[in-house]
């Protein structure tokens, strides 16, 4: 639903025991597959939009384990962690220690997974639009929805609802004890903003908003009617999910 303007966990993933003393040694890498069946090849010749998601994961970790191809070894990853975002959310350590992984396919699939939050931190030359809390969802949730702790993030927008810049204030828990409102305001002033949208995730992945969430937001509310900054919502992210206080009517009465 798009805003009225007011009048001007960690994941937990199982190891996997690793192969019996006397294993072949051999390791079936993409180049072992039918032609056919190589996503590196695929992804040169249609395009990696063409490709599901663990044939695109199978072209980072280039090579399977004994009996195993590495098409296999992705899609078995995917499953174990429950997709993309389970997969970025699995420690470094834990995520070496999958069979088939080791330590230097996990640093590269870290590297992966900071490279595309990095990109999503980047604003293109145009700003981006937010319209609604769906819009500052599909804007944050990757990178968000993947932190194993909680983190205040602040988008401030111009007059036409334009992100201006995207700002993380805090990491750890979201309070109103914890969270001070004039550092939110101070950042809204500093890039001449006149609206603010507030979001945090709830790493447990259940986005329903705490009686804690509820105060902050009417402390955010307050402050800004009386700074002439519209807090237009504070957008709540999960796994998967996502809510929007001001949709429900929580924090916005103030």
Known sequence: MPWARRSAGRVAVRAVSEEPAGAPEWL?????????????ERLIQQGAAALATHELLAIVLRSGTPGRPVTQLAQDLLVRCGGLTGLARVP???????????????AELKAVFELARRFHLEQPEERVQVRSPADVAHLLRLEMAALEHEQ??????????????SRRLYDGTVTSAHVRVGEVFREVVRHNGVAVVAVHNHPSGDPTPSPDDVALTRELVAAGRLLDVEVLDHVVIGHGRWVSLKERGLGFDA
């Open 28 to 40: 079936p890498g993409i180049k072992d597959l039918p032609p056919t069946e190589r996503p590196r």
């Open 92 to 106: 470094l350590t834990e995520l070496q220690r999958q069979r088939g992984v080791g330590a230097a396919k996990a």
């Open 152 to 165: 205040f993030r602040v988008l401030i927008l111009d007059a036409k609802n334009r992100v201006i810049a």
